[in-house]
């Protein structure tokens, strides 16, 4: 209806009725009913005897509630605490791998001023023009110690390996041992 198509007596006519009207009061108690039915509302049977105060009608309690709402908290618990543990271990990853890229860069810092430190006691050594045996032999342990850590750290490394060679050579040579003499297994 388009209220265009009205008279202005129409109009007027809308305008003047009841803007609400009180309902009945068999509906009143239709809805009252329905509403105590559903567990909405408590019937007036459970009010307590001469206090006028209501007792909780079970009415409301259904099993399979109590089962769905300890499931969802158990779950929502458990999806927590996996979450927590994922989130903990990739910040814990990268932590770690920070650290450890940071300590090997500290062990590159040390191996450089510790053979640097290495070349000066050897020139030190060979200017002072004393102690020549004993700087000697503790220069060549040095240098095998560390060829032969490189060759541990690096297995395919070819000149690494024929440095550690000749200074087994040398060694063999200064011991009295021959080529031929010694039994060497390779693994």
Do not use: C, H
């Amino acid at each position: 209806m388009n209220e265009k198509d009205l008279t202005p007596e129409e109009k007027m006519a809308l305008q003047n009725l009841p803007r609400e009207a009180a309902p009945s009061r068999i509906l009143e108690e239709r809805v009252v009913q329905a509403l105590r039915e559903d567990g909405f509302l408590e019937s007036p049977a459970t009010l307590a005897p001469g206090r006028g105060r209501k007792t909780r009608d079970r009415s409301w309690y259904r099993p399979w509630m109590a089962v769905a709402s300890v499931a969802a908290s158990v779950a929502l618990f458990a999806s927590g605490v996996v979450l927590g543990q994922w989130m903990g271990a990739q910040s814990t990853t990268q932590a770690f791998i920070q650290v450890r890229e940071q300590d090997a860069t500290q062990l590159a810092l040390r191996i450089q001023e510790a053979g640097s430190a290495y070349v000066s006691a050897l020139a030190a050594l060979g200017e002072l023009g004393v102690g020549g045996d004993e700087g000697r032999e503790v220069a060549l342990g040095a240098l095998y110690g560390a060829a032969n850590e490189l060759a541990r750290m690096s297995p395919e490394d070819a000149e690494v390996l024929r440095i550690l060679q000749i200074l087994e050579e040398r060694r063999d040579r200064e011991e009295g041992w021959d080529a031929d003499d010694r039994n060497t297994v390779w693994f």
